[in-house]
């Protein structure tokens, strides 16, 4: 099978997907907008004005399928009637109603042959059928490291109790305020931050930690979660994303709205000094692999 993937912006949790259908046989070509996207910049009408011909230059007749990922991938894939189109929507694209991307996302979605939502958290927000296939994790990446080697590899001090805010300061919308808010209401407890980081360091700095702490004011996600559960670390976030989904049913993480509650929630996490229980709930590469080739078959079945 040969599967056309489009993406705005490549992500880590979708170089994963590729890896695992590619492991499973299955032969990807990605084919990403041009231009550049970032915490500073968006891409331009003319960006995706170029995106189109760059699709149609990938013969099709090698094709059983082309998959979308993001809801303004989805009319770049039903533009060409020859193959099925798989629509995967990643958050934001259909929870964030100040701009026009979700009527976009819901308008692909209802014409796409098959639709994967990442959450059931997204599902209030889309009529159309859909099947729900979490994100996977790499769980050999991410994986419960003792916490002595891990601070040792970072220059952590031993003794500290620590706790991570796993993205850069800067990032209005991952209100790190309101972290510091937190965390200043607790004593004896040390807020790092994440930027910056090499990703195969990533689990080194969840291990090192003694909780992470979220605090955003919106999220698609975030895969952080996921990675800290898959790690065992106790996670205590805002109600973003699928936060709700990840850690509601697993031990000293948290789900908490509000400085005064998410400061207890942290309190008593710290207090406990136990793992989480999060890595048994967590979908791993090779589940995800499978479950994608199955759309990608019903997809094709229906045609």
Known sequence: MRVLQ??????????????????RGIECTTVTVPGTHDADRSRSATD?????????????DGYDVVHAHYGLMGPFAIAQPERPVVLTLWGSDLMDEESFVPRLSRLSARLSDEVILPSTTMSAYLDTPHQILPWGVDTE??????????????????????????????????????????????DGVTLRT??????????????????M???????????????????????????????????????HSYV???????ADALSDV????????????????DRMGEDLESVYRAAIDGR
């Not at 698609?220 to 049913?249: H, Q, R, W, Y």
């Not at 710290?270 to 590469?285: C, F, K, M, N, Q």
């Open 213 to 251: 702490l979220v605090t955003s004011k919106r999220e698609s996600g975030p895969m952080v979660v996921k990675e800290a559960a898959a790690c065992n670390v106790p996670v205590i976030s805002t109600d973003v994303g699928f936060v709700a989904d990840v850690l509601d049913e697993v031990e």
């Open 6 to 23: 489009l993406v705005n912006t490549p992500r880590s949790f979708f170089d994963k997907q590729v890896e695992a259908l590619e492991r």
């Open 270 to 285: 710290l207090a406990a000094g136990e793992p989480s229980s999060g890595r048994s709930s967590i979908v791993g590469l």
């Open 141 to 186: 990446q991410f994986r419960p490291i003792d916490q002595e080697r891990a601070r040792e590899r970072l220059g952590w001090p031993q003794d500290e109790t620590t706790v991570l805010f796993p993205y850069p300061p800067e990032r209005d919308v991952k209100n790190h305020p309101l972290a510091e808010r937190v965390v200043s209401r607790l």
């Open 194 to 211: 994440m930027s910056g980081v090499p990703y195969e360091e990533v689990p080194y700095y969840m291990n090192a930690s003694d909780a």
């Open 48 to 60: 995706y004005l170029r995106y189109y011909p760059d699709v149609l230059d990938h013969s099709l």
């Open 256 to 262: 908490r709205d509000g400085e005064a509650e998410l």
